[in-house]
């Protein structure tokens, strides 16, 4: 968060709002915690990803993007978990 140049409030922000934003593509139905940990653990899982392939996002859009990336990857995971 801090390469992001976002704070910690900002972060829960926008990790709330890319949690949401995944949980409606995914079609899920989580509550307002879940969806800003969903956002803040995706991006911080998709940063890591992307970064194995020289790929690096920054900024408020980038912290959104990777938030809502990974949020779909750890819905899915849990999706093929729980079957």
Not at 38 to 62: D, H, M, Q, T
Not at 65 to 83: E, K, M, Q, S, T
């Amino acid at each position: 968060m801090e390469q992001a140049g976002i704070g910690w409030i900002a972060a829960i922000i926008i990790g709330g709002i890319a949690g949401w934003l995944a949980e409606q593509f995914m079609k899920s139905n989580m509550g307002v915690l879940m969806n800003i940990i969903l956002g803040i653990v995706g991006a911080i899982i998709a940063n890591a990803l992307l970064s194995l392939f020289g790929v690096a996002l920054g900024g408020w859009l980038g912290y959104l993007i990777a938030g809502f990336v990974g949020a779909c990857i750890l819905i899915a995971v849990g999706r093929l978990i729980r079957r």
